[in-house]
T-cell receptor, first 115, second 114 residues
Framework: EAQVTQNPRYLITVTGKKLTVTCSQN?????MSWYRQDPGLGLRQIYY???????DKGDVPEGYKVSRKEKRNFPLILESPSPNQTSLYFC??????????????FGQGTRLTVV | GDSVTQMEGPVTLSEEAFLTINCTYT??????LFWYVQYPGEGLQLLLK?????DKGSNKGFEATYRKETTSFHLEKGSVQVSDSAVYFC?????????????FGAGTTVTVRA
């Protein structure tokens, strides 16, 4: 089954304690990205990757890091989480087969609370 | 930059009612337009899409037409069911080369009552 898998689904942590949210896709997609979802703001892109070892900032990258060492995995790293990073996070992947109409597949989300 | 504005919710309807969610966009060039749906506790999934002016996307009884002259992509369904209760997001992807980011609206929460 084609899917994007994120872990963990729920996470409560304390300010400053480094954490990683994992994301893996089994569709051999080149493009992967992370979004955060906040009430009234929709989803905003944090980082994206066009392929292995190719990553770039999205609209709200401050406080986050990513890596793309393998095509299937795209972890999101919070080196020193702060309460304003409390949010619902989604990983997504898609093919780069054309200039715009490829479907993005989303993971089930990770609800992060930083206290 | 690119942006999407969609009607604020929440929207509460009775079963078999008509649903419309308005969506307008700002973008340069020729974006592709999407509606994504998020059911409770799940990730987003594609509901329908349209890639050029006057295209109509449709799926599960939902429809939306890409109107370039009004920069709109309104979502409609003629007779909603309780199972349509979800959050609906309008989104666009710019038609620029090497730009695959999705720009989302704020989302509209729809609740359908039996």
């Amino acid at each position: 089954e084609a899917q994007v898998t994120q872990n963990p689904r729920y996470l409560i942590t304390v300010t400053g304690k480094k954490l990683t949210v994992t994301c893996s896709q089994n569709m051999n997609h080149e493009y992967m990205s992370w979004y955060r979802q906040d009430p009234g703001l929709g989803l905003r892109q944090i980082y994206y990757s066009m392929n292995v070892e190719v990553t770039d900032k999205g609209d709200v990258p401050e406080g986050y890091k990513v890596s793309r060492k393998e095509k299937r995995n795209f972890p999101l790293i919070l080196e020193s989480p702060s309460p304003n990073q409390t949010s619902l996070y989604f990983c997504a992947s898609s093919l780069l087969s054309g200039p715009g109409d490829t479907e993005a597949f989303f993971g089930q989300g990770t609800r992060l609370t930083v206290v | 930059g690119d942006s999407v504005t969609q009607m604020e919710g929440p929207v509460t309807l009775s079963e078999e009612a008509f649903l419309t969610i308005n969506c307008t966009y700002t973008a340069t060039g020729y974006p592709s337009l999407f509606w994504y749906v998020q059911y409770p506790g799940e990730g987003l999934q594609l509901l329908l899409k349209a890639t050029k002016a006057d295209d109509k996307g449709s799926n599960k009884g939902f429809e939306a037409t890409y109107r370039k002259e009004t920069t709109s992509f309104h979502l409609e369904k003629g007779s909603v069911q309780v199972s349509d209760s979800a959050v609906y997001f309008c989104a666009l992807r710019a038609g620029r080369s090497n730009d695959y980011k999705l720009s989302f609206g704020a989302g509209t929460t729809v609740t359908v009552r039996a």
